[in-house]
């Protein structure tokens, strides 16, 4: 492959001997790239201040065929998220998110739309600090979403009736819905309009629209958000669900 150009976005690093790094990044053209920094944590590294959790780069590595970790020779600095990470709240929900893309990406397999949307919700979550939750919320829907597994919240799984805006719903096992005609006992989860509603408009609108919308009704955002990582625990095989979830209380 040879020497590859392209953006990236530092999920993670560690430090390897005395004074290398191992960079994790989700790149624009080349999807999740583990790399070498050599000699980066060194005072005058040539890497600079460009090596930083969550910073976007345009970065410079060199990759051998039979080697999973390239070797990366130069980077220039974007965007700094030094200052928002500096937060605890914004580390901690960024860490997750950021393992979440680790587990979710394919290594080299680019996927421009999950880079662009993790790109965005970090923009909007260091502009509006205190919409973190919204936009994790986001973000892991777009992580399902683009990997395939969101299920359609717009129409009931049984009769296929797309559903109104203000029909509640029956929350399946499998994480689809039914209609109240075809929703079979009393004890199933139950969906309100609101929490409907804002599954619906973070497949439509930015993050930062999503973020203004969602402020309202920040309870629904808490079980919409708890559900999907239910969905996510659940494909990463790290939870059964099963009955657990429709038992579940907040
Ligand atoms: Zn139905």
Avoid at 175 to 185: M, N, P, Y
Wanted: hydrophobic content about 40%; overall charge neutral.
């Amino acid at each position: 492959m040879g020497l590859v150009e392209t953006e990236g976005l530092i999920l993670k690093t560690y430090s390897l001997a005395e004074a290398d790094k191992i960079v994790v990044l989700l790149t624009r053209n080349e999807g999740l790239v583990r790399g070498v920094a050599k000699g980066a944590k060194r005072l005058k590294s040539r890497f600079g201040g460009g090596l930083e959790q969550f910073s976007v780069i345009n970065l410079t590595y060199f990759q051998k065929e039979e080697r999973e970790l390239v070797s990366i020779s130069q980077v220039e600095l974007v965007k700094s998220y030094f200052e928002s990470a500096s937060n605890p709240q914004f580390l901690q929900k960024f860490s997750y998110l950021a393992d979440l893309l680790t587990e979710f990406a394919p290594p080299h397999d680019p996927n421009e739309n999950l880079y662009r949307m993790a790109k965005v919700c970090l923009a909007t979550a260091a502009e509006v600090p205190e919409s973190l939750d919204r936009v994790a919320l986001y973000f892991e829907l777009w992580i399902l979403r683009l990997g395939g597994y969101l299920p359609d919240w717009n129409q009931c799984e049984n009769c296929r009736r797309i559903l109104n805006n203000d029909d509640s719903a029956s929350l399946q096992i499998n994480f689809h819905i039914l209609c109240q005609v075809c929703r079979k006992t009393k004890s199933n989860w139950l969906i309100s309009p609101a929490q409907r509603q804002i599954f619906m408009m973070a497949q439509k609108f930015s993050p930062l629209k999503f973020v203004e919308y969602a402020g309202e009704y920040p309870n629904d955002v808490r079980v919409v958000s708890s559900i999907l990582r239910r969905l996510i625990a659940n494909i990463l095989g790290k939870e059964t669900v099963g009955e657990k979830l429709l038992a579940a209380s907040f």
